[in-house]
């Protein structure tokens, strides 16, 4: 693989790119899918929006969120590719064989990649053809000819075009990946996020300009935003570690982060409440903390699993620097069970916030949605990850060694810090470049991972000294 130069230029070179993949993604939103009449999106704009003095941002808010986003290019985003990576880990930690061909073979990661792109583009047909009925539903509407033409034609056209724009959307992520900034999965959704918190400061605006809300309520609402970024963001950084050291007495750590939960326990909870009529009573807080807990233990036990890290650290002959009479997996379980308590607090705050707020405070539920698991949570993550890569890079331009070659990309923190720390027992140098998007995506995905580099001239030698470590601990398993 082609080595890297980390230098002052390469930095700008790679925010470039990531400007470059977010603007390109961004037009597409506004380009239709074949066979939409846009002169008929303009005349609805005139007659329902304008003339009752909406602006730009209503007509952006009505094609982003409302139901003529389904007329874009880009209606379906990155979400079938995101939807595919929580339907393989699921699926691979039900089926020991798949687990195993992902995580444990020398090229899983591009067969996990391939199968993940497969569903993502099984999952973009079903979502193309409904968004496909929606237009067509949409045309029944008097005196609002929005299409061109119908029935299986159209229907084909929309899910050929979405779905050509999906696999359009993986790539870019990759270039982002590889070139740019941070991860690709997360940028492209973070600006989606982005884009809603301009519509909810608009409604917050709105509804102060027509005195629905007073200058209290302005004050309280921003107090609780600044609360939360805060607790989410020490949240973010907290990190339970566990010390060890190689055989060569080459010390390092592992980290057990409440990222690792991601937001997905609090989707589920809320799905599973969206058929259930609640009331704001104790019984019902405590019957959603329940779930919550519940969903968060059920879903650290897919994407943790303490036997893994454990066969992982022996496998690259390793030892826990704490007393022997505590097992590692004794110090893995019981970081876990932190990180589970952590986040589970933080899920009920995500879950809570978005209903109560626009009931105390008067504003709308779209403003009131930045708390939402779509939110400010997926922001604070994105900053950190960003924060850590920016760390990454100055750390390598601080080094005397110039020229790096990018070696293996570790499915997480945990196997990327166990091979860095085997790789410097034998003095060769490594580093390692995060680029998992935090709270919003699983673990040990094909859209998280991290980057394990060596100096170029080193590469042959560490390909080899993972790959005979390995050799060695499959023959003392069998």
Known sequence: MKAE????????????????VVLLIRCLYFVPVPGVNLSAVVQFYQQHINAQGGGLIDLMALLHIGKLRNIS?????????INACIILQIVSFLIPGLNRKFFYEKDGRSKMMFATVIIALILSVFYGYQASLDLELLNKFPDFNLLKFTGVLFQI???LSLCSIVLLFIMLTQVINRYGFGNGIGIIFSVEVIIRFIFAADQLVVFWARNLIGMKHLVVFSGVTIAFIYFARKITRSVNKIELYTDNNEHFHISIRPVWMGIWPLIITEIVFSYLEVSFDAASFFMVLITIIFFTLIYAKIIYQPRRFYELILAYKCKIKEA????????????????IILSAILFIAI????????????ISFMSAGIFGAFG?????????????????FRKIRSLPLKQWSLLDIASDETEAEVKKACLRSRSIMSEIKPSHFSWGLPVRTAASGYYLYVALEDKIKAARTLEQTQKEWRSKSL
């Open 5 to 20: 130069k980390c230098s002052e230029c390469s930095l700008w070179r790679r925010l470039l790119v990531t400007l470059a």
């Open 157 to 159: 056209t929309t899910v």
């Open 324 to 339: 022997r009479s505590k097992k590692i997996i004794d110090h893995l379980n019981t970081s876990i069970t932190k990180t």
């Open 376 to 392: 400010l949570i997926i922001l604070v993550g994105l900053y950190h990850d960003i924060k850590r890569q920016l760390k990454f």
């Open 351 to 362: 879950y809570y916030l978005p209903v109560i707020l626009p009931l105390l405070l008067k």
């Open 73 to 81: 290019l880009s209606s379906l985003g990155i979400m079938p590719f």
